[in-house]
Nanobody, 122 residues
C-alpha cells in the first residue's frame, strides 16, 4: 500500500515564506507525476503545481513566479516552496502522486495525501 504524508502547513504572514513537504511510502518502484492541489473554502479543488519524474513542471497562473515545486526521486518526495504568499493562497493543500509503479505488482496507482492547511494572514 502506498501512502502520502504531508508536512509544513500552518500560519504564515503575507509576503513571508513556507515550505510544504510530501513523502510517499510503500514498496514503490517509480512515480511519474507528483504535485499539489489546493481547495479553499467554498471553492473547487485546483491544481497548484506538478512535476514529472524528469523534472518538467507546470504551475497555475496564480502562483507562477511565487511558488516553486521540486522533488527528490530517491526519497519519493515532493516539495512546494511558497514565497510571497497572499491571503488568497489560504487553502488546504493536497499532495498527489500519479503513475505509481509498485514492485511485484501490475498497473499504476494514483494516491492523495490527507491535506495540510495553509493560512496566509494579511
Amino acid at each position: 500500500q502506498v501512502q502520502l504524508v504531508e508536512s509544513g502547513g500552518g500560519l504564515v504572514q503575507a509576503g513571508g515564506s513556507l515550505r510544504l513537504s510530501c513523502a510517499a511510502s510503500g514498496n514503490i518502484y517509480s512515480i511519474n507525476v507528483m504535485g499539489w492541489y489546493r481547495q479553499a473554502p467554498g471553492k473547487q479543488r485546483e491544481l497548484v503545481a506538478g512535476i514529472s519524474s524528469g523534472g518538467s513542471t507546470n504551475y497555475a497562473d496564480s502562483v507562477k513566479g511565487r511558488f516553486t515545486i521540486s522533488r527528490d526521486n530517491a526519497k519519493n518526495a515532493v516539495y512546494l516552496q511558497m514565497t510571497s504568499p497572499k491571503p488568497e493562497d489560504t487553502a488546504v493543500y493536497y499532495c498527489f502522486a500519479d503513475g505509481i509503479a509498485v514492485r511485484d505488482s501490475v498497473g499504476f496507482l494514483e494516491v492523495w495525501g490527507q491535506g495540510t492547511l495553509v493560512t496566509v494572514s494579511s
